[in-house]
C-alpha cells in the first residue's frame, strides 16, 4: 500500500531556514504530482507547492522565493527546503501525492485553500513553529 512519510520541521527563528523529507513508500506511479501542505490553527489547509512527474514545479505566492520544492525519483523522496522563515508560516505540514498530472487545470489548481484537484494520499503532518 502506498505511504508517505513525511519527517524534519520543528523550530526556527524568524529568517531562518528548515527542511521537510516525505518518503514514498510503495509508489510506483510514473505520472503524478506531488506537493506539500499546510494548516494553520484556526486555518484551512492549504496548497504551498507543487511538483509534478516531468519535474514542472508551482508555488502559492506566499511562499514563491523562498521556499523550494524538490523530488529525488531513485530514492522517493519529496523535499521543501524552506527560507527566509516569518512567522505566519507557523503550521502542520503535510505531504501529499495524487496520480497522473494536471492536464485540465495545470500544476497550479493544486494551491491555496481552494484547489481543484483532490490528492489521493496523505502523509502525517510534521509541525513547522517560527518565533522571535
Known amino acids: 500500500a502506498q505511504q508517505l512519510e513525511a519527517f524534519g520541521g520543528g523550530s526556527a527563528q524568524i529568517g531562518g531556514s528548515l527542511r521537510l523529507s516525505c518518503q514514498l513508500h510503495?509508489?510506483?506511479?510514473?505520472?503524478?504530482?506531488m506537493g506539500w501542505y499546510r494548516q494553520a490553527p484556526g486555518q484551512e489547509r492549504e496548497g504551498i507547492a507543487m511538483?509534478?512527474?516531468?519535474?514542472?514545479?508551482a508555488y502559492m505566492s506566499d511562499v514563491e522565493g523562498r521556499f523550494t520544492i524538490s523530488q529525488d525519483k531513485n530514492q522517493g523522496l519529496l523535499t521543501l527546503a524552506m527560507n527566509s522563515l516569518q512567522p505566519e508560516d507557523t503550521a502542520m505540514y503535510y505531504c501529499?501525492?495524487?496520480?497522473?498530472?494536471?492536464?485540465?487545470?495545470?500544476?497550479?489548481?493544486?494551491?491555496?485553500?481552494?484547489?481543484?484537484?483532490?490528492?489521493?494520499?496523505w502523509g502525517e503532518g510534521v509541525q513547522v513553529t517560527v518565533s522571535s
Open positions: 510503495g509508489f510506483p506511479y510514473t505520472s503524478y504530482c
Open positions: 511538483i509534478d512527474s516531468d519535474g514542472q514545479t
Open positions: 501529499a501525492a495524487r496520480i497522473g498530472r494536471a492536464i485540465a487545470y495545470g500544476l497550479g489548481a493544486h494551491l491555496g485553500k481552494s484547489a481543484k484537484y483532490k490528492m489521493d494520499f
